[in-house]
């Protein structure tokens, strides 16, 4: 049975190997897998500066960023010339499931192929990116991945790519961006070079519990909201007349608890938005037209 598993993840290995790229940049080494038409999918954090393609073959390539989403921390880079095999996707496949058989492949670097076999344990899952966004939507395995994995791609028993290598978690498990329709939508919308731009207030923002804190040490009433501690010169929240100092509490008339709410309250927000702040201790209600 040993033999026969051995036997299955090198099939696996062989089949989506070719696919399977190292990224250098100037920041770190990282890993990636070729798509349709010579272009890589990777991570954001692997591809600021530029980036070196290191093919299966230990070919280095140049490759130009085609679009970069920071926030969600994908990458797509356009080879220059070669187009190697690209792995096989169905983004309308059944995403995995918790017990799904997986297999990790990554090119640290460019410093060969490494492939590990583990289980999908949890799905729905999110991390933070590398801007500080939540990115929901992906899945935990157990498929131990060395340093420099990032950006890899996770694949099913038939050499399919199922998610993209994230984020080390503890105790030797990782987090994988689920490869469905939503990541197909932004893979395209990233090789045509548009960039997405998330809808932002323009302010810095301190947790609760510092609002309440600072609110109670000044003799005011306390708040359940975030503590406005910068307003940006021209942004949506300074036309709306939002000032350093403000709580904000609500926003679509939902209540604003941490960061995580208000994002997710602006990603399903459209041209404007009306948000409640506390003010010394009068509320506001203010409509921020957004960018």
């Known amino acids: 049975m040993l033999r026969e598993l051995g036997d299955a993840v090198a099939a696996i290995a062989d089949r989506a190997g070719p696919s399977v790229v190292g990224i250098r940049s100037h920041h770190q080494v990282g890993s990636g897998v070729v798509i349709e038409g010579g272009y890589v999918l990777t991570n954001a954090h692997n591809a600021w500066g530029g980036a070196v393609v290191v093919l299966a073959d230990g070919t280095r390539v140049d490759a130009e960023p085609a679009g970069i989403d920071g926030a969600g921390d994908l990458a797509v880079l356009r080879l220059d010339g070669p187009e190697p095999s690209p792995i096989a996707w169905d983004p309308g496949a059944?995403?995995?499931?918790?017990?799904?058989?997986?297999?990790?492949?990554?090119?640290?670097?460019?410093?060969?192929?490494?492939?590990?076999?583990?289980?999908?344990?949890?799905?729905?899952?999110?991390?933070?990116?590398?801007?500080?966004?939540?990115i929901p939507g992906g899945f935990e395995h157990t498929a131990l991945a060395p340093p420099g994995s990032s950006g890899g791609p996770v694949v099913d028993a038939e050499g399919g790519l199922v998610g993209i290598n994230t984020r080390r978690l503890e105790r030797g498990f990782y987090i994988a961006q689920t490869a469905g329709p939503d990541l197909a939508s932004r893979v395209e919308t990233l090789r045509h070079g548009d960039l997405p731009q998330p809808k932002r207030l323009g302010v810095g923002l301190a947790p609760a519990e510092v609002a309440r804190r600072l609110r109670r040490s000044a003799g005011?009433?306390?708040?359940?909201?975030?503590?406005?501690?910068s307003v940006e010169e021209g942004s949506p929240a300074a036309a709306a007349g939002v000032l350093e100092g403000d709580v904000l509490v609500a926003a679509a008339g939902q209540p604003v608890g941490d960061t995580d709410a208000l994002h997710a309250i602006l990603a399903e927000a459209g041209e404007s938005l009306e948000i409640t702040v506390v003010r010394v201790n009068e509320e506001l209600t203010l409509t921020v037209l957004l960018d």
């Open 94 to 134: 059944v995403a995995p499931r918790i017990g799904t058989p997986v297999v990790g492949l990554a090119n640290p670097g460019g410093r060969g192929l490494r492939a590990t076999l583990g289980f999908v344990a949890a799905t729905g899952r999110s991390f933070r990116g590398p801007h500080g966004r939540r």
């Open 220 to 229: 005011l009433d306390e708040v359940d909201g975030l503590l406005v501690r």
